[in-house]
């Protein structure tokens, strides 16, 4: 009687292992494990930043494995420091990082990196290449896209190369801003007739720039050009010419190329803006990219990928927004 107990007893402790057994993991279901990316952007209110994050949702919805988490550092520097401190904390399979400055951001994406989480940054760089990879456009070549195309309008209107131009710049100490100028002027510098005259700082934002135009305006009797290192700024300075009746006096220039209602493919359809230069998102590319580091153990990004940027003026800005 007591052997039949015992074998009793073994029976139900198999059968109790096998149920466990059977429980629900993701192993026995063949459930995905479920990825954590964090991306921190540097600024949700100018319009190129809303795009990214748009685009970065829609792509990676496309992937039901990946949990998205977006920050907001509002164009401050500390704000964004911190977010990124408490994602490493969070550890997450992929940090994504468009840096609000170059320099500030530095140090707290080796961080990052020294914590092992794989890092993408994304746009803008930062002093020291403390990333997995970088994913950007040549901003000094699409300053020269834009310096040639000013001075073949200036020269069309003039017969030689000459002209009075207003530069808007963004934030300074962005690389973005930096090398927007630095290309521009490798073309201007060429011709002692062509003068920069006004060179304000307006943040990228439109908002700021139609102010800081607004006191150009007061101080320069007559304008050309307005160069803007983005399409907002250089709307804004529209809208302060336009207020002023001056706008027809000029022709405004800007970065970006964004579709949609307020984007500068339309504007340069309506006729506000003469050229724009495409900025890719970057997005595409970091999401692509991204997840093959989540999901395929062997692979290993470039260092860096470079996008590609495009000249849109009247003549191919319609094609441009219909894509």
């Given at each position: 009687?007591?052997?039949?107990?015992?074998?009793?007893?073994?029976?139900?402790a198999?059968?109790?292992?096998?149920?466990?057994?059977c429980?629900?993991?993701?192993?026995?279901?063949?459930?995905?494990?479920?990825y954590?990316?964090?991306?921190?952007?540097?600024?949700?209110?100018?319009?190129?930043?809303?795009?990214?994050?748009?685009?970065?949702r829609?792509?990676?919805?496309?992937?039901?494995?990946?949990?998205?988490?977006i920050?907001?550092?509002?164009?401050?520097?500390?704000?964004?420091?911190?977010?990124?401190?408490?994602?490493?904390?969070?550890?997450?399979?992929?940090?994504?990082?468009?840096?609000?400055?170059?320099?500030?951001?530095?140090?707290?994406?080796?961080?990052?990196?020294?914590?092992?989480?794989?890092?993408?940054?994304?746009e803008?760089?930062?002093?020291?290449?403390?990333?997995?990879t970088?994913?950007?456009?040549?901003?000094?070549?699409?300053?020269?896209?834009?310096?040639?195309?000013?001075?073949?309008?200036?020269?069309?209107?003039?017969?030689?190369?000459?002209?009075?131009?207003?530069?808007?710049?963004?934030?300074?100490?962005?690389?973005?801003?930096?090398?927007?100028?630095?290309?521009?002027?490798?073309?201007?510098?060429?011709?002692?007739?062509?003068?920069?005259?006004?060179n304000?700082?307006?943040?990228?934002?439109?908002?700021?720039?139609?102010?800081?135009?607004?006191?150009?305006?007061?101080?320069?009797?007559?304008?050309?050009?307005?160069?803007?290192?983005?399409?907002?700024?250089?709307?804004?300075?529209?809208?302060?010419?336009?207020?002023?009746?001056?706008?027809?006096?000029?022709?405004?220039?800007?970065?970006?190329?964004l579709?949609?209602?307020?984007?500068?493919?339309?504007?340069?359809m309506?006729g506000?803006?003469?050229?724009?230069?495409?900025?890719?998102?970057?997005?595409?590319?970091?999401?692509?990219?991204?997840?093959?580091?989540?999901?395929?153990?062997?692979?290993?990004?470039?260092?860096?990928?470079?996008?590609?940027?495009?000249?849109?003026?009247?003549?191919?800005?319609?094609?441009?927004?219909?894509?």
């Amino acid at each position: 009687m007591r052997r039949a107990v015992v074998a009793l007893a073994a029976l139900l402790a198999l059968a109790l292992l096998a149920i466990a057994g059977c429980s629900k993991s993701p192993q026995s279901t063949g459930a995905k494990r479920k990825y954590l990316v964090i991306f921190s952007q540097c600024n949700n209110a100018e319009p190129y930043r809303a795009a990214q994050n748009d685009l970065m949702r829609k792509l990676f919805a496309q992937h039901p494995d990946v949990e998205l988490v977006i920050t907001d550092a509002q164009q401050d520097n500390a704000k964004q420091i911190s977010q990124i401190e408490t994602a490493i904390r969070q550890k997450p399979d992929l940090l994504i990082v468009a840096p609000n400055e170059r320099a500030p951001l530095t140090a707290v994406m080796k961080k990052a990196m020294d914590a092992g989480i794989r890092t993408i940054c994304l746009e803008r760089d930062i002093l020291q290449p403390y990333y997995t990879t970088y994913i950007k456009c040549d901003n000094r070549a699409i300053g020269r896209m834009a310096g040639e195309y000013i001075v073949k309008r200036l020269t069309a209107k003039y017969g030689k190369p000459k002209g009075i131009i207003a530069e808007i710049s963004g934030l300074k100490g962005v690389e973005a801003e930096q090398n927007r100028q630095a290309g521009a002027h490798e073309v201007f510098d060429k011709y002692p007739d062509i003068k920069v005259v006004a060179n304000p700082v307006a943040d990228w934002l439109q908002g700021k720039a139609k102010d800081r135009m607004t006191e150009v305006l007061s101080a320069v009797p007559h304008i050309d050009c307005v160069y803007a290192h983005n399409d907002p700024m250089a709307v804004g300075a529209y809208l302060a010419a336009k207020e002023k009746g001056r706008d027809k006096e000029m022709f405004f220039v800007g970065v970006d190329g964004l579709r949609g209602e307020a984007g500068g493919l339309k504007k340069v359809m309506d006729g506000v803006l003469a050229a724009t230069f495409i900025y890719p998102l970057c997005v595409d590319k970091a999401v692509e990219v991204g997840y093959r580091m989540l999901t395929e153990p062997n692979f290993r990004p470039q260092k860096e990928y470079l996008m590609t940027s495009t000249e849109v003026t009247a003549q191919n800005a319609a094609k441009l927004y219909k894509g």
